[in-house]
């Protein structure tokens, strides 16, 4: 009787999205979510990998995120080496018949730099992979994906204006980071960021590295530093004590915090507080 039970469990768990009334969908991390949580709303079922208020860079799935895959119907990741298990963990999953999604190959996107969700102009691209790729699992949902697409580009689009107006009018225009994930950011709007350490925040800053870093804040009178919510402010502290520069928050939106969630906050939200911080930093007038 128990392994009858255990089969009929099973079988609903992998049964696939033509016998349910939902797909499910599955997506790596926090923007990605937003993103696809946009355009599918009520009408898909939808997983994280990485958890909300976990740093993605150091995150390693475990054998229950692989089940997560095996009764997936799509699977949407990042890419450029941001999940480095992601490959491995799509062959575990031998399906054959699993949508799979590399965003930063589906956008053509180029460099090295995985933080592709900072720059609202290649999000737009991004929305547009997420609908197809929806629309290609459930094509009875067809205008509802598009329609919802439709209304979230705009939004975007409002955003990136907003951005581009608002640093359009700063005095600065060089900023100072924890990590080096706001290259594209910079790139898009005409401004320079300076890293404390690399495109993963775990990495190690050589001493030589961060007397630049100090030297660059002497140099252009800078008097703030940014940290993020999701990694320890040791390092922006010890350059603060030695700048006497003051620190803020510049949220990379790898995640959210346990506070990020409970307030509703969201990608749009999360972006526009990173503005309102760049406006005091680069001395908006």
Request: net charge positive; proline share 6%; charged share 30%.
């Amino acid at each position: 009787m128990r392994i009858v039970s255990l089969l009929l469990v099973l079988l609903l768990l992998f049964t696939p999205s033509s016998a349910k009334d939902k797909p499910n969908v599955v997506v790596s991390f926090y923007p990605l979510y937003d993103f696809t949580k946009n355009i599918g709303k009520e009408r898909i079922n939808i997983t994280t990998l990485i958890p909300f208020a976990v740093e993605p860079h150091d995150w390693e799935p475990s054998p229950k995120d692989l089940m997560k895959i095996m009764s997936a119907d799509l699977f949407i990741y990042n890419g450029a080496g941001l999940e480095p298990w992601a490959d491995k963990l799509i062959k575990d999953s031998k399906r054959n018949n699993l949508v799979v999604v590399d965003i930063y190959k589906s956008i053509r996107a180029k460099g090295e730099d995985p933080h592709i969700w900072l720059d609202p102009v290649l999000v737009k691209a991004q929305l547009k992979v997420i609908k197809d790729a929806l629309i290609k699992i459930d094509p009875k949902n067809r205008f509802y994906y598009e329609t919802n697409y439709k209304n979230y580009l705009r939004k975007i689009e409002e955003l990136d204006r907003e951005i581009k107006d608002t640093l359009a009018r700063c005095k600065k225009k060089v900023f100072v980071t924890s990590h080096n994930a706001f290259s594209r950011f910079a790139e898009r709007y005409g401004l320079v960021q300076i890293p404390m350490t690399g495109i993963t925040p775990e990495s190690e800053p050589n001493p030589r590295d961060l007397a630049e870093v100090i030297k660059v804040i002497r140099k252009y009178d800078i008097k703030y530093i940014f940290t993020e919510p999701l990694i320890s402010p040791r390092l922006a502290q010890s350059i603060s004590r030695e700048t006497g520069t003051k620190i803020l928050v510049l949220d990379p939106i790898e995640g959210l915090s346990e506070s990020d969630i409970k307030a509703g906050e969201d990608y749009i939200s999360k972006m526009r507080e990173n503005l309102e911080n760049l406006k005091v930093a680069l001395e908006y007038e």
